[in-house]
T-cell receptor, first 114, second 113 residues
Framework: DAGVTQSPTHLIKTRGQHVTLRCSPISGHKSVSWYQQVLGQGPQFIFQYYEKEERGRGNFPDRFSARQFPNYSSELNVNALLLGDSALYLC?????????????FGPGTRLTVL | GNSVTQMEGPVTLSEEAFLTINCTYTATGYPSLFWYVQYPGEGLQLLLKATKADDKGSNKGFEATYRKETTSFHLEKGSVQVSDSAVYFCALTDTGTASKLTFGTGTRLQVTL
């Protein structure tokens, strides 16, 4: 079975630009979460989506937004990119939205902002 | 709020040495505790988990016991291999309806021959 997939693998943008990252969850999983991992740090929670609705949000500015589609795939959008947005963006899927559900991570999208 | 503190790395060990990576946590409710591993160039993989006090999670020779009295979840392995070289993250989810994982900063393990 396919795991969580993310696209693109790598991305280079300049300050002020907009970026869209995509995630496809494991088949049958209804919850998708997004994390930002800055080099040398642990991942930080950005969003959780379940059944197309936002169910949790981390301490990130409004420049970050996301949505989930009827097929449970998800997009993360970041506007007005800053140098500090350079990071590995990880998507995780789980069967349900509860804290007891194991989350499966994708390989990530490496975003570099110049 | 919730937080996870783990020992700083890098940790360098010879093959077959004993490994301990310390992890302590702060949580408001009754968290589930996890260890994730990240190999170079890859995403995170769940290594083991424990969902209540005194539970022991184990996988691939790694073990960790949920100690509520000391708010700890230390990772151990009796004999490490070169292939265990990776970054290890301790994490928790608190009770509730959201699956938010709170991670520590990670500990890099380097195992040499």
């Amino acid at each position: 079975d396919a795991g969580v997939t993310q696209s693109p693998t790598h991305l280079i943008k300049t300050r002020g630009q907009h970026v869209t990252l995509r995630c496809s969850p494991i088949s049958g999983h209804k919850s998708v979460s997004w994390y930002q991992q800055v080099l040398g740090q642990g991942p930080q929670f950005i969003f959780q989506y379940y059944e197309k609705e936002e169910r949790g949000r981390g301490n990130f500015p409004d420049r970050f937004s996301a949505r989930q589609f009827p097929n449970y795939s998800s997009e993360l959008n970041v506007n007005a990119l800053l140098l500090g947005d350079s990071a590995l963006y990880l998507c995780a899927s789980s069967l349900d939205r509860g804290s007891y559900n194991e989350q499966f991570f994708g390989p990530g999208t490496r975003l570099t902002v110049l | 709020g919730n937080s996870v503190t783990q020992m700083e790395g890098p940790v360098t060990l010879s093959e077959e040495a004993f490994l301990t990576i310390n992890c302590t946590y702060t949580a408001t409710g009754y968290p589930s505790l996890f260890w994730y591993v990240q190999y170079p160039g890859e995403g995170l993989q769940l290594l083991l988990k424990a969902t209540k006090a005194d539970d022991k999670g184990s996988n691939k020779g790694f073990e960790a016991t949920y100690r509520k009295e000391t708010t700890s979840f230390h990772l151990e392995k009796g004999s490490v291999q070169v292939s265990d070289s990776a970054v290890y993250f301790c994490a928790l989810t608190d009770t509730g309806t959201a699956s938010k994982l709170t991670f520590g900063t990670g500990t890099r393990l380097q195992v040499t021959l």
